[in-house]
């Protein structure tokens, strides 16, 4: 237990489904990140949230929607996904983003686009 | 250019040998490095990471890490493989944030570490 939970941990959609994955923290971090695992590729970072405010985009497209309501959620909106988009998404937490602390990983939440 | 390369894509060791997985860096400043492992179907793990003082750093379950300034190297280590050790790994790598760049971490591409019993 790392104190970030994801949910659902298993997803399967249509390429027309509208579905959503949270992330939630117990730590108190204030920095929130979407990274996504696919099959022998290196971990790709997709967006990263300060204090709410979204600081990065890793050029991620608009089929992916995050949204980060406070500092302890953060979710990705799902929209007319593409098969290539089938991956195990992580989401993470740290202090800070500038911190010497890890980063605390979820569980992830493996996405089956059919 | 930050990046972080892990040269082994596959390591295999005995139950009982020590292992290796290597990490070299190349970031501008002085970096914060970090391993993580992976168990199947599981989000990643914190095992160790270097700060800065000793360049030797312990972990969990008996990992270990030596950080070398000159060569740029950040390779784990456990004098004595076990079959659970079986995992992959990540080595990663964080620069200070200096004004308004931020303080990305990269990530190498995974070792997968298998212990033959």
């Known amino acids: 237990e790392t104190g970030v939970t994801q949910t659902p941990r298993h997803l399967v959609m249509g390429m027309t489904n509208k579905k959503s994955l949270k992330c939630e923290q117990h730590?108190?971090?204030?920095?929130m990140y979407w990274y996504k695992q696919s099959a022998k590729k290196p971990l790709e970072l997709m967006f990263v949230y300060n204090f709410k405010e979204q600081t990065e985009n890793n050029s991620v497209p608009s089929r992916f929607s995050p949204e980060c309501p406070n500092s302890s959620h953060l979710f990705l909106h799902l929209h007319t996904l593409q098969p290539e988009d089938s991956a195990l998404y992580l989401c993470?937490?740290?202090?800070?983003?500038?911190?010497?602390?890890?980063?605390?990983f979820g569980e992830g939440s493996r996405l089956t686009v059919l | 250019a930050q990046s972080v390369a892990q040269p082994e894509d596959q390591v295999n060791v005995a139950e009982g040998n020590p292992l290796t997985v290597k990490c070299t860096y190349s970031v501008s400043g002085n970096p914060y490095l970090f391993w993580y492992v992976q168990y199947p179907n599981r989000g990643l793990q914190f095992l160790l990471k270097?700060?800065?003082?000793?360049?030797l750093v312990k972990g969990s379950y008996g990992f270990e890490a030596e950080f070398n300034k000159s060569q740029t190297s950040f390779h784990l280590k456990k004098p004595s493989a076990l079959v659970s050790d079986s995992a992959l790994y990540f080595c990663?790598?964080?620069?200070?944030?200096?004004?308004?760049?931020?303080?990305?971490?990269?990530f190498g591409r995974g070792t997968q570490l298998t212990v033959w019993p």
């Open positions: 990663a790598v964080r620069v200070p944030a200096r004004g308004s760049t931020l303080g990305r971490l990269y």
């Open positions: 993470a937490s740290s202090p800070t983003l500038t911190s010497s602390g890890e980063l605390f």
């Open positions: 730590l108190g971090h204030n920095a």
């Open positions: 270097y700060i800065t003082g000793d360049n």
